[in-house]
């Protein structure tokens, strides 16, 4: 919406007769907002942000005081009321960086509790993060958390890199622990690879958190759950898989199958999660359910294994218009009444672009990018 106003700004501008010289300060200042603007669209594509989120913040923030600057001389020689629109701007962001400021403040539990610390450890090229929360805090499934985290070596350096991470744990009461999945690649990131290779001993480190960030996606209400992950993408599936375990032992929830389907090249990411992965197949017994599936599909292994009935590892890459067939076809649920004909309702859960073929019957189902 703001490029589009800019857009039209500009267009009337250079449509209308008068002359706009340079040396004259509100129309610099309107060249200096634009370009800032504009520059700060141009990096918000995902490419850019998604591989050099750390650049791409302190950008952001640059960009925006800039065009707030900008705003500024262009409206210092204009009439009250319009710089009365960009005081009540600056207002508005001052109390929200306010309010967000105390709100980290009393989430970390800095008055009275001390700082959070974080755990670094590291399973072959994998981070795993453990963030000791100073004040329980709650987290619903599929939550993130942005992180600040002090490490000896970079000190107070640090605290000028943050990072969002999905938080892989969940709890139906409030968390006194976070654990983190964080894929190495570069800036913060890689930083944590770095120091968790080099002690000797594991230490922990001084953190700040903001968040929780992001809203939960309702899985209860559906009989049948495909969970799909590639990757790293397992960090978000994860709280997911235990709430909606906890939900079916509660008798809360409807589901009487999960299958958990997860691409990976190589079995390292698979041993990292090893723990998390072996902590929902053990929730998973109640009343002999026995809901859940894990099939772990990977490229480079030389054969196929079977971990446990409920668990098994594959040679190759899944054939998911296959997979989602037998799921919408129920074959794998277990039924109370042998009798029962309903159609069950079916979610898919996560990252990869599912396409069914026109032979599947078409059931509810979600996407979740």
Same mark, same amino acid.
């Given at each position: 919406m703001t490029l589009l106003l800019l857009l039209f700004h500009v267009i009337v501008a250079q449509m209308s007769s008068q002359s706009f010289p340079l040396d004259v300060s509100d129309n610099r200042g309107a060249v200096l907002a634009a370009s800032a603007i504009g520059f700060l669209v141009l990096i918000s594509i995902p490419t850019f942000r998604n591989n050099f989120y750390e650049v791409f913040m302190r950008l952001h923030q640059g960009l925006a005081i800039l065009s707030i600057y900008g705003i500024w001389e262009h409206l210092a020689l204009q009439s009250p009321l319009a710089r009365l629109c960009l005081y009540v701007l600056i207002g508005t962001s001052a109390l929200s960086l306010l309010f967000l400021s105390c709100l980290i403040i009393h989430r970390n539990g800095l008055l009275g509790y001390g700082f959070p610390r974080t755990s670094i450890s590291n399973s072959g090229d994998v981070v795993l993060l453990k963030v000791a929360l100073s004040r329980p805090v709650i987290v619903d499934a599929g939550q993130s958390v942005c992180l600040w985290v002090l490490t000896p070596s970079a000190k107070l350096r640090s605290l000028w890199q943050m990072h969002p991470f999905v938080v892989a744990s969940w709890s139906d009461s409030p968390l006194e622990t976070l654990d983190l999945l964080v894929e190495p690649r570069s800036g913060l990131t890689q930083k944590f690879l770095q120091f968790s290779k080099s002690q000797k001993a594991q230490k922990t480190c001084l953190t700040l958190f903001g968040g929780p960030h992001g809203t939960s996606i309702p899985v209860t209400d559906y009989d049948v759950v495909l969970m799909v992950a590639s990757g790293y993408g397992i960090?978000?599936?994860?709280?997911? %898989?235990?709430? %909606? #375990?906890?939900?079916?032992?509660?008798?809360?929830?409807?589901? /009487? /199958? #999960?299958? !958990? *389907?997860?691409?990976?090249?190589? %079995?390292? !990411?698979?041993?990292?999660?090893?723990?998390?992965?072996?902590?929902?197949?053990?929730?998973?017994?109640?009343?002999?359910?026995?809901? !859940?599936?894990?099939?772990?599909?990977?490229?480079?292994?030389?054969?196929?294994?079977?971990?446990?009935?409920?668990?098994?590892?594959?040679?190759? *890459?899944?054939?998911?218009?296959?997979? !989602?067939?037998?799921?919408?076809?129920?074959?794998?649920i277990r039924r109370v009444q042998d009798k029962e004909k309903k159609r069950e309702d079916m979610m898919v859960l996560g990252k990869l672009a599912l396409q069914p073929t026109h032979a599947v019957s078409n059931p509810r189902s979600i996407g979740i990018d």
């Open positions: 960090a978000a599936q994860l709280p997911y %898989l235990k709430k %909606l #375990i906890y939900e079916f032992n509660s008798r809360k929830a409807r589901t /009487r /199958r #999960i299958h !958990l *389907v997860w691409k990976l090249v190589t %079995l390292e !990411l698979a041993v990292a999660v090893k723990d998390l992965l072996d902590s929902a197949l053990m929730e998973d017994t109640f009343d002999d359910g026995y809901i !859940l599936k894990i099939s772990i599909y990977i490229e480079h292994i030389s054969q196929s294994d079977d971990i446990s009935p409920r668990a098994t590892i594959v040679k190759g *890459v899944p054939d998911f218009d296959a997979l !989602l067939r037998e799921e919408v076809k129920g074959k794998y």
